[in-house]
């Protein structure tokens, strides 16, 4: 999957009134010479290679293996020891390394996203605390933080989204089959997902993070009636517009409102990719609140993003980098978790589950590429260099995670018990 839209190109400084203290390089003279051993003891049993401003290559692969290129050792080791979860994806940003000509970015994170549980010896697992950041209270997914947190990603702007989206403005792993474009991909996502909910003519539909309408008017096709719900005026006023010209104004309902605030129940409720935005505190609630407001027989479709449960218990407390800088909040479960909630705090359990991780890799690789052959137009609408470095950096990452199966993504089907199929 090699690019060469990845290639490096000069990368500013940060403007400091939009990235603060990015550019900032931290002085921890011991925690960066820690970080610096853990490094190179870590790629030396990597199939990559690292180079370095003095020519020294370091690592386990061959000439023909992804190479990253270190252009400052000193802003690479200090980020690293500041935080060991945001420093690395920090020190891509502002150019302290960079993939080299002819290495892809998501190769050369795959790397070492298909060895993340073993990068850090277990003696060193104890001490994690001192290198990683705590959660900010802030960001708690509450009623109004759920608001902030969503407004900082998603409002950013409608046109960003345009630019690398397809037209259905889907904003989920696809379902692809052979031959498909990006736009049938989605289609027959969401398709699985209203089918897993069993949703027809006649149905009412709750379609919670409704994005920009895509599902609610593809439901809407089917003959049912979809009230949806977001948080994002963004999204809103965009959804509003496409539902009115598919024709479907009629029959479906968006809302600025908070999932918890629901009072009516349906007879279908779905969901795509809103659980990761709900916050390990908020699932019983998030998925009681379904429970509640799914009429008797009624059936939910949801896709999540998850991760192992291993890898879930050992992470949960980290700030990452996706958490400073794309989902404040966010928070990814595993399946058992899910379960666990399930049986916990519901009547309902999962009686059908669709696996798409393999289809994310490929979703994800294509909003990369047509963001990076729209970046001239994405930087008309006031986007700079340093944001090209985030969200290109982001891409990559989920795509290295899901090749890993460090991520997974998964169409659940929620029931009650006793169920007929």
């Given amino acids: 999957m090699t690019s060469t839209l990845e290639r490096r190109h000069h990368i500013p400084v940060p403007n400091a009134g939009v990235w603060p203290g990015l550019a900032d390089v931290p002085h921890h003279p011991v925690r960066a010479f820690v970080a610096e051993r853990l490094f190179r003891r870590i790629v030396a049993g990597l199939p990559l290679r690292v180079t370095f401003p003095d020519s020294s290559t370091i690592g386990g692969g061959d000439r023909s293996a992804p190479t990253m290129i270190v252009t400052s050792p000193d802003g690479l080791f200090n980020r690293l020891g500041e935080d060991v979860h945001i420093g690395f994806g920090e020190a891509y940003m502002v150019g302290d390394w960079a993939p080299a000509e002819g290495t892809d970015l998501a190769d050369l994170l795959s790397v070492f996203a298909a060895r993340a549980s073993r990068l850090v010896p277990p003696w060193m697992q104890r001490f994690r605390f001192t290198v990683q950041s705590d959660h900010p209270?802030?960001?708690?997914?509450?009623?109004?933080?759920?608001?902030?947190?969503?407004?900082?990603?998603?409002?950013?702007?409608?046109?960003?989204?345009?630019?690398?989206?397809?037209?259905?403005?889907?904003?989920?792993?696809?379902?692809?089959?052979?031959?498909?474009?990006?736009?049938?991909?989605?289609?027959?996502?969401?398709?699985?997902?209203?089918?897993?909910?069993?949703?027809?003519?006649?149905?009412?539909?709750?379609?919670?993070?409704?994005?920009?309408?895509?599902?609610?008017?593809?439901?809407?096709?089917?003959?049912?009636?979809?009230?949806?719900?977001?948080?994002?005026?963004?999204?809103?006023?965009?959804?509003?517009?496409?539902?009115?010209?598919?024709?479907?104004?009629?029959?479906?309902?968006?809302?600025?409102?908070?999932?918890?605030?629901v009072s009516e129940q349906f007879d279908a409720v779905v969901s795509v990719e809103m659980i990761e935005a709900v916050g390990e505190d908020f699932l019983p609630e998030y998925f009681a609140t379904i429970d509640r407001v799914l009429r008797p027989g009624g059936k939910a479709g949801l896709q999540a993003i998850t991760m192992p449960h291993d890898r879930m218990v050992a992470t949960r407390h980290s700030y990452s980098w996706i958490n400073k800088y794309i989902f404040p909040g966010g928070f990814l479960p595993s399946l058992r978790l899910i379960d666990e909630m399930l049986a916990e705090h519901t009547s309902l359990a999962v009686f059908e589950r669709r696996n798409l991780r393999q289809h994310y890799v490929e979703t994800l690789h294509r909003w990369r590429l047509r963001f990076l052959e729209r970046w001239d137009e994405v930087s008309d609408l006031g986007f700079d260099d340093t944001f090209r470095q985030m969200w290109s950096f982001w891409l990559a990452y989920s795509e290295a995670g899901f090749r890993a199966s460090y991520l997974g993504v998964s169409q659940l089907q929620l029931a009650r018990s006793p169920f007929t199929r």
């Fill in 137 to 261: 209270s802030s960001e708690r997914n509450t009623r109004s933080g759920s608001k902030a947190n969503i407004h900082r990603h998603y409002d950013l702007s409608n046109d960003l989204f345009t630019e690398f989206l397809d037209e259905t403005m889907t904003y989920s792993a696809a379902w692809f089959e052979p031959a498909d474009d990006l736009a049938a991909a989605q289609l027959r996502k969401i398709d699985g997902v209203l089918d897993y909910a069993h949703v027809g003519e006649g149905s009412t539909v709750l379609d919670i993070g409704c994005g920009w309408g895509a599902l609610a008017i593809r439901a809407a096709q089917r003959g049912a009636r979809v009230t949806g719900l977001t948080l994002s005026t963004e999204q809103k006023e965009l959804a509003e517009e496409r539902i009115a010209e598919a024709g479907a104004g009629d029959r479906v309902d968006i809302r600025l409102q908070d999932y918890r605030d």
